[in-house]
């Protein structure tokens, strides 16, 4: 039996910015945004690269800044997202999303030709490699509630997000995150 491992590559282009929901970090290939992960518990995934950017990263870090500002509601971004063909309808249906505005688990199955695959559906939202340009954010349950978020510190991050763009949402039993 062989065993194979797999390497990990650094990614070609890193920027960490500042926000108001804690350090983004930003990764690009050069041509598009791959990946944009939210501080959780003080650090970030690749917290040990050094930075290196590029003028995708730099048009990023502008809107990001504008966008937590108030002065930016949609994202001109290239990005490239890498997962399943399942994965990539659910987040064509999230990059569909203005500003303020939100779907369900559910009406995105719909949209996706999987109407009872809410559960497939929640699984898609929370692989998203890109929140917020890609914002997976506006998504809830049917009944307003968030059920989860998988960037920052979770569902308050999420709850921040939604809060910032006049999105009514509940929420229960969390701690709000510091403006």
């Known amino acids: 039996m062989t065993i194979r491992t797999a390497t990990f590559e650094p990614p070609r282009y890193l920027v960490r910015v500042p926000s108001p929901i804690g350090r983004l970090e930003i990764t ?3 041509e598009a ?4 992960s939210i501080e959780r518990a003080g650090s970030l995934p690749l917290e040990e690269f050094p930075e290196n950017r590029n003028s995708v990263l730099d048009a990023a ?3 990001l800044a504008e966008y937590f500002d108030g002065r930016r509601r949609d994202f001109d971004l290239p990005v490239r997202l890498e997962g399943t063909a399942f994965q ?7 990059r569909d999303l203005q500003w303020g505005e ?7 199955g719909l949209a996706t030709g999987r109407a009872t695959a809410g559960r497939a559906v929640g699984g898609a ?3 998203n490699p890109i929140p917020i340009i890609v914002p997976c954010h506006r998504i809830l349950a049917g009944n307003g509630k968030i059920t989860g978020y998988s960037g920052g510190n979770g569902i308050p991050t999420k709850a921040w997000l939604l809060d910032h763009e006049g999105i009514v949402h509940h929420t229960v039993g969390f701690e709000p995150v510091p403006a």
């Open 28 to 30: 690009s290939d050069g």
């Open 33 to 36: 945004i791959t990946s944009l």
């Open 61 to 63: 870090a502008e809107q």
């Open 88 to 94: 990539k309808a659910v987040w064509a249906q999230l």
């Open 102 to 108: 939100v779907a369900s688990y559910g009406s995105v």
């Open 125 to 127: 939202v929370g692989a």
